[in-house]
């Protein structure tokens, strides 16, 4: 009988303090709410426009090699030292020599186009363009042009701008400049979402003495154009 | 006759002893009293955030501010008005509703974020935060409950962060004195004092484009708890 009562005194005990346990007085202050991320996003606007308007003279609706000065497909021309910065003004030639196209989609709504690639076709030395083409900010932060870096066909990086100014490439690997560029001041310069850059590179073909001009020759190089969130402008190193 | 004469005399005397005993002198000690519970109540108070102001043209052409209706104060601005462009910020779920509500719910907003750098260039948590009063009478001790995001179908949070931290003003202080996560919890409070959590998401910087790419455009929802609880109940975390 002694044995019985201490069991009950010690279960009694025992749901005591469990009881304790859970009655513990608390206050609760519940947490709900949303989280999204922005995005850095840039998209190249289609179509590109060319100083030479980039019709072909030998196609079925060419103009024909001979146009004549002033007419929109005739080509245009610079000179330069061999190094960089052109030296004379492109001159409005009467021939309808070289051209360009791009592998521009169509546009449709909400697309991005991150790379459109353009082909310089039946080129020369001296040979002249002026390049024009939009990039719109497609994201939801407002950003600012960084930085332009210029890489081979094996994406190798030849060189990077971070302001406006010339450049020359040696797209033929052969020691001898080939291809100068002239890229504008947009470095620095801001668009909100929505909105859209004007951008515009001139380029011009060098003399490469060291170049077989007697066989088609192709080279190829990119133009990566990195933007950034506004507020970390410029990224530096 | 006699006999029963003496009978009744003796029971007279002894209901009168039997008497005797009923009628004892007492005192009795009376015990009146009140009682009252305690209270544990901790009260929301006030709530912030974080609100990243764009002014196109401006120098600087960026403020923060703790305020959604501040004015940003940079000059030089050429074009468009500034805007916000993110913020972060806590809210009484049921603002707005009248009468006044009183409740222990806080809705935080964490929109449009990206990596946020201080002057040094540290990349610096977005916060949302939100003051309590701890208006209870009995002595509680601060226990943070785990909070997390979830993110969206297709969305994925593993490379942010997101924590509480905080400030408090105890013992009648009149300044915030910032503690860690880790000395938040336990932080005992007494009636009148202040703690005021900061919700923190870090979304971080990497040097490469693409590892940064994963988290923008990502969506989720955040859910936590904070729960004070009597002082002595209160039990370390494992």
């Not at chain 1, 009988?1 to 303090?17: P, S, T």
């Not at chain 1, 010339?166 to 909100?192: A, H, P, R």
């Not at chain 2, 009248?98 to 990596?115: G, I, K, R, Y």
Request: proline fraction near 5%; hydrophobic fraction near 40%; charge should be negative.
């Amino acid at each position: 009988m002694k044995k019985f009562g201490l069991l009950l005194l010690a279960l009694v005990l025992a749901l005591g303090a469990l009881g304790v346990g859970y009655a513990a007085w608390t206050d609760t202050v519940t947490i709900d709410g949303t989280v999204n991320t922005g995005e850095v996003c840039m998209s190249l606007v289609c179509p590109f426009s060319y100083l030479d308007n980039g019709q072909r003279p030998d196609g079925p609706d060419g103009t024909g090699y001979l146009v004549g000065t002033s007419h929109p497909s005739a080509d245009w021309n610079a000179s330069s030292t061999g190094t960089a910065a052109f030296v004379n003004n492109p001159v409005h030639m009467t021939k309808n020599v070289g051209w360009i196209t791009t592998n521009c989609p169509e546009p449709v709504e909400g697309q991005v186009v991150e790379e459109v690639v353009i082909t310089l076709h039946n080129m020369y030395p001296c040979y002249y363009n002026h390049i024009s083409f939009g990039i719109t900010n497609c994201g939801t932060i407002p950003i600012k042009l960084d930085h332009v870096t210029f890489l081979d066909a094996e994406d190798v990086v030849l060189t990077t701008l971070t302001d406006d100014g010339y450049l020359t490439l040696d797209l033929s690997k052969n020691q001898i400049n080939d291809v100068e560029i002239y890229w504008g001041d947009n470095f620095g310069d801001q668009i909100e979402p929505g909105e859209h850059w004007d951008l515009s590179f001139w380029i011009h073909v060098m003399q490469d003495e060291g170049i077989d001009f007697s066989q088609v020759q192709n080279f190829t190089f990119k133009a990566a154009v990195t933007g950034v969130q506004w507020n970390e402008y410029p990224l530096g190193d | 006759m006699k006999k029963i004469g003496l009978l009744a005399l003796a029971l007279v005397l002894a209901l009168g002893a039997l008497g005797v005993g009923y009628a004892a002198w007492t005192d009795t000690v009376t015990i009146e009293g009140t009682v009252n519970t305690g209270t544990v109540d901790l009260v929301v108070e006030e709530y912030s955030g974080m609100w990243m102001w764009k002014i196109p043209g401006g120098r600087p052409d960026y403020e923060l501010s703790t305020d959604p209706a501040y004015t940003p104060t940079a000059t030089g601005g050429d074009y468009d008005d500034p805007f916000i462009v993110a913020y972060s910020s806590a809210a009484q779920t049921s603002a707005g509703a009248t009468p006044a509500p009183v409740d222990d719910s806080v809705t935080v907003t964490f929109d449009n974020l990206f990596p946020l750098t201080d002057a040094a260039g540290t990349v610096i948590p977005w916060e949302a935060d939100f003051e309590c009063h701890y208006v209870g009478s009995i002595p509680v001790k601060v226990m943070l409950e785990a909070i997390e995001i979830e993110a969206d179908k297709g969305s994925d949070f593993s490379d942010l962060t997101i924590d509480i931290s905080g400030y408090v003003k105890l013992d009648g202080a009149t300044s915030w004195t910032k503690v860690t996560p880790a000395e938040l919890e336990g932080t005992q409070l007494h009636y009148c004092d202040w703690v005021r959590f900061v919700i923190e998401i870090l979304v971080p910087q990497h040097a490469g484009e693409a590892e940064n790419v994963p988290n923008m455009g990502q969506s989720g929802t955040i859910t936590g708890q904070i729960k004070v609880i009597q002082w002595n109940e209160y039990k370390t975390p494992d």
